[in-house]
């Protein structure tokens, strides 16, 4: 039987799929346009919306067919999960939830008979989607193929906090892997580059000894995500925190609610602490439920006050804005978004002051325009219809983004497909909860 492996984006995405092929016994095969043909069966891992464009453009160039056997398509994965009516359309056999422990039995019986009788399994047409599988942790380690090579191990799965945007608590339960179970691969760990990672893993309940062995061995940890009441556990210069909601009003309403005298102190502490010049990215969530003006004023207050502070003057701001994606699995999945509202513009205001100066450095980062928006929202909202959309647009679209001018003619077009296809904008706005 000859495996065949497909991951987009960096390979450090892989590691799931690693750890369910290692705990399977199984060998894979990286694949591409010209040698997946060859396989008996192909493993596709999908992370997030855009895989499900760059998978239907890898198909179409490579010349492979659901329900052809050669090979047989099983998908699996974050977006995979949330999406399988989409998903689908493009593979033979999509695996819901966590892998680890059912993916030897899944490959044997689609290998053996084509077929597919797994509980967790869904195919095109099912009449329900079964529930996510859930698997615990385990301390596997893979090395990433980036220049520097990294070692990354899972340190807890699931998350303890419910926040509406995030479907990572309602996908899996709240589970860690011991100390006892992760000394072993922090001291292979030794001298290298490495990532022990989780959705919030200060949060593990033996951290304070993870992150006392990773000292004690010398491991350089390239961890730099932290909520907003860790940054501290952060050595280094540079942090990555979600605040999501740019008011106190709209942090509350989605589970986060940290006010904006808790950012100025824990921000404050975290740049006077370090050695040198701090950098931080901060995430944010523009088009919540409930945002108006005032929202936006409390922004442009708090990142005055920020340049009020004299710690200000060695930070190094990298402020993030994505409009909501309301997800499956989420409080917010059925959100009403504004696909075309020009948070571009509000952004590039917000960073450059109007054409001041902050008194900090700000470094300027795009946010996802109506084309981005549409194609998510064909994506997590669209089922069997957005997989026709998605089969019509040519494989220019599906490459990638075209230049900036283009974007906001691209979005109108694909969505003339997808009126065609009984997909209207009201609906993927979330006005309008059927398909025509």
Known sequence: MIIGKLVFGKDGL???????????????HPVTEATASGCDVLLVSMFWYRNV????????????????????IIAGGMQATMTPEIVSEFVDFVFIGDGDDHLGAVVKEVFESGQCTHPH????????????????????????????????????????????????ANLKPYREVSFADLEDSIKKASGKRCSFFAPERACHSEWSKI???????????????????????????????GLEGISEKLRRSIGKPFSDQMVMDRLGEFVSTRKNIARVSIYFIANLP??????????????????????SRRLVLCPVLNPLSPKPFT????????????????WSRLLRRDGGQWGYRIVETLVWGPLERTMDAIVQRGKT???????????????????????????RAILGICANEGIHLDYLEGRRKDIA
């Open 53 to 72: 464009y760059e998978l239907e453009l890898f198909l179409r160039n490579s010349g492979i067919k659901k329900g052809s056997g050669r090979p047989w």
């Open 290 to 311: 409930g945002e108006d003006e005032s929202d936006w004023e409390n922004i442009w207050e708090l990142f005055g006050r920020i340049g009020k502070e004299e710690w």
């Open 331 to 346: 409080r917010l999945k059925e959100a009403e978004i504004d696909i075309f509202a020009p948070y571009g513009d509000k």
């Open 121 to 168: 399994i869904y195919r095109s047409g099912d009449a329900s989607v079964p529930d996510p599988a859930m698997c615990a942790p385990s301390a596997y380690m893979i090395r990433t193929n980036d220049d520097a090579g990294t070692l990354r191990c899972e340190i807890a799965r699931g998350c303890k906090f419910k926040c509406a945007f995030c479907c990572i």
């Open 385 to 411: 219809s957005g997989a026709r959309v998605i089969k019509r647009l040519s494989s220019k679209i599906l490459k990638g983004m075209p230049p900036s001018k283009d974007r906001v003619p691209t979005a």
């Open 211 to 241: 992150k006392a062995a990773l000292k004690k061995h010398n491991c350089h940890d390239m961890g730099q995500d932290a909520r907003l009441e860790h940054l501290g556990e952060i050595d280094g210069g540079m942090v990555t925190f």
């Open 14 to 28: 892989n590691h799931g799929l690693e750890l369910c092929l290692s705990k399977a016994g199984l060998t894979a």
